[in-house]
């Protein structure tokens, strides 16, 4: 048989039909839903009689208009109180095989819980109204954002209509240096590719330092394929995966348990597989990133400085790069260690697992943030990642040193609730998005991993963590 | 879903690379349950000079005069022009409805994010890519000539500037034939839900661990 690659082998798994141009019938196994891109998907469903196909397959919480504290007063902001409601109330109606609510032990940003619960399982696909659901790729899944027109498709037909993407293999080897992480892998990568780069492929990460990565790690890496244009990034099979998934509430057991691991073995790229596209970076090459623009690419190494438009000679990316520079209040070939930032944020489906917030808290512990750090937010990603890093102590090393610790949440990620930026202010964030205005109107994002968060909440600028270290 | 055949319609312009849905949406609107209602705030924080928030009269707020899609020429406009990589970022389908809502029909760039040039087609928008030198072409055009049009032909797959210069473009028969007739996608899938329940038994025999 031809060797085939982990993209082929999930995708012609999950065929129902075919039509003679390729367009294909995809059947998806796993359907997570959040508050914002489901109500119109849910109303257009019932406005033409139609029932969901098989609610078994649905996974949902509240996530992105939940607030992170006085949770005992409810959601305040009516609107988005409204929303949180209509989700209530569709899932209520419709059924789902777990639903976890505002306020629910369980309840946390979609890509953080479906994982930690065995929601997420390999040789799935799984999609979600929300473009970061390329973070499930982690598990050699088919996983991929979609809009509300398609989340009403799901719901009414259990498949989309899609066709096969390209295929790109990026392969990170080597050994990542100390107090390089994850997220500078992503960053690096997308720095390098450009925010367009994937556009039109499935991307596989594979290589010796994506196979070191933990599962948490992967997912910040697979995360951020969107932010390089890919709609799903993954990894294959291995070990780590397969430990992760081991006694999680929705993973199988006994006998299946044992059937899906020899079926999960297979879900790798065989030797001598061929893709459309291959990229390499050596991992001891990247160095801790920093944005400094308003696009993921705008990105360098934390001993880098600000870049200069005028020795861009392409005309439409100089202009952009100034519009850039202006909106960050940056001036070129500024060191970008001696940009001083007003607020830290450690949270989003990026970063907001346990292995995130210890490697933040290894950098805070003992110490205290800046004076002019007006706000240092931790938002844990789940109820469960908030009490794990409770039972570790994790939440009191960030309270001693001025940080504030929330309730689960999207949060400042892209600010739907009351945590945000305001005007002018420059904020070092662990979240997916720098873009004008994510995190508040007028706010400047600088994305970095948690590591360099903590780092940067201690000198009140951005610092080499390894310095630090 | 609106069906697209032939537009001839003015052309606004929009010269930035990289234009993302959170710009074209900012999320406070995203709290809306409705799919309506979301053209007056496309592109808020370029277009306004307050900060918008969702229930504001937007007819009393200040306009900025230096964006773009506020200068009198371009009212009306049902063609946007843009960059690269247009539509990047959140896969919220607000800004397919917000573009809409706004007016547009068409979009030109030189390249579109996945998951938004999808959500075009469900809604009836046509997006179209352009060789970059063409794209720079319209631009220079644009500017220079008041009252602007194209001519966008989709079953024969052409935009038309008013010289006459013709451009063909590249659309998937299946997403074509979908738009020109104006199909729900959903109607179209069950006529196969025979297969689909085919498949589905078959997948629950051999991987029952992902039905529990
Ligand atoms: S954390 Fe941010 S990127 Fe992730 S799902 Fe929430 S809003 Fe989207």
Redesign the pocket.
């Known amino acids: 048989m031809q060797a085939q690659t982990l993209y082929e082998k999930l995708w012609s798994s999950h065929v129902v039909h075919e039509e003679s141009d390729g367009t294909a019938l995809i059947y998806i196994d796993r359907h997570l839903i ?1 508050e ?1 891109t489901s109500p119109q998907a849910f109303e257009g469903l019932k406005l033409a009689g139609r029932k969901p196909w098989r609610v078994g397959s649905i996974v949902a919480t509240a ?2 208009n939940t607030p992170t504290d006085h949770w005992d007063q409810g959601i305040t902001d009516p609107v988005s109180r409204q929303q949180v409601e209509t989700l209530d109330a569709n899932i209520r109606a419709v059924g789902a095989l777990a639903y976890f609510p505002f306020k629910d032990q369980r309840q946390g ?4 819980v479906g994982p930690e619960n065995g929601a997420t399982l390999p040789g799935m696909t799984v999609v979600c109204g ?3 659901t390329s ?1 499930h790729g982690a598990f050699a899944c088919l996983a991929h954002g979609i809009g509300t027109s398609e989340v009403e498709h799901v719901l009414a037909t259990q498949c989309l209509i899609q066709k096969k993407s390209k295929t790109m293999l990026i392969r990170v080897d080597g050994t990542l240096g100390k107090g390089v992480t994850a997220k500078d892998v992503a960053l690096a990568i997308i720095g390098h590719i450009g925010t367009a780069g994937g556009t039109g492929y499935a991307i596989e990460f594979g290589g010796s330092a994506m196979r070191g990565l933990s599962m948490e790690g992967r997912m910040t890496v697979c ?1 951020m394929a969107i932010e390089a244009g890919a709609r799903m990034g993954f990894v294959a099979v291995d070990d780590t995966t397969i430990e992760y998934l081991r006694g999680r509430p929705f993973s199988p057991t006994g006998d299946d348990w044992d059937k899906a691991v020899a079926y999960w073995r297979t879900l790798h790229s065989d030797e001598g597989a061929s893709f459309d596209k291959v990229f390499e970076l050596r991992a001891d090459q990247i160095e801790p990133q920093v944005t400094w623009g308003t696009s993921p690419e705008m990105v360098t190494g934390v001993r880098g400085r600000v870049p200069n438009p005028a020795r861009e000679k392409d005309a439409v990316r100089r202009e952009g790069m100034e519009r850039a520079l202006q909106y960050m209040g940056l001036n070129p070939d500024t060191p970008i260690a001696e940009v001083r930032i007003d607020k830290v944020f450690i ?4 970063n ?1 697992r346990i292995e995130d917030l210890r490697q933040a808290a290894a950098i805070v512990r003992g110490r205290r943030k800046a004076d002019n750090v007006k706000l240092a937010l931790v938002v844990p ?1 789940s109820g469960l990642v908030k009490r794990q890093a409770e039972s570790e102590g994790l939440d009191k090393i960030f309270t001693a040193a001025g940080f504030e610790w929330r309730e689960p ?3 400042m ?2 600010a ?1 609730n009351a945590d945000r930026l305001e005007p002018g202010e420059r904020c070092a964030s662990t ?3 720098n873009f004008e205005g994510r995190q508040g109107a007028g706010g400047r994002t600088h994305l970095v991993s948690p590591a360099m968060a903590a780092a940067a909440a201690i000198a009140g600028r951005f610092a080499d963590v390894r310095e630090v270290l | 879903m609106d069906a697209f055949t032939i537009l001839d319609g003015l052309v606004a312009p929009l010269d930035r690379n990289n234009v993302d849905t959170d710009a074209i949406i900012p ?1 406070q609107f995203l709290k809306s349950i409705k799919r309506s209602g979301f053209g007056p705030n496309a592109f808020d924080e370029w277009r306004y000079m307050d900060v918008g928030e969702p229930g504001m009269d937007n007819s009393k707020r200040p306009l900025n005069p230096k964006f773009v899609l506020n200068q009198d020429r371009y009212q009306g406009a049902s063609v946007l022009l843009t960059r690269a990589n247009f539509g990047c970022g ?1 896969s919220r389908e607000h800004a397919p409805w917000a573009l809409l809502d706004y007016g547009f029909r068409v979009i030109v760039a030189e390249s579109f994010a996945d998951i938004f040039f999808n959500n075009c087609y469900k809604n009836g928008i046509l997006p179209i890519v352009l060789p970059k030198a063409e794209v720079d072409a319209l631009f220079g055009l644009v500017e220079h000539t008041p009252g602007f049009r194209l001519k966008v032909d989709l079953p024969a797959q052409l935009v038309t500037r008013p010289d006459g210069h013709g451009m063909p473009f590249d659309v998937d028969p299946f997403r074509k034939e979908c738009l020109i007739n104006g199909w729900d996608d959903i109607g179209l899938t069950l006529r196969h839900a025979d297969k689909i329940r085919e498949y589905e038994s078959r997948r629950r025999a051999e991987h029952p661990y992902y039905y529990s």
């Open positions: 959040h914002v996530d992105h940003i979609v890509h953080v929300d473009s970061h973070t995360n949270g989003s489906c990026t907001s990603g949440g999207c949060s990620c892209l739907m979240s997916n998005r | 999320k959140s």
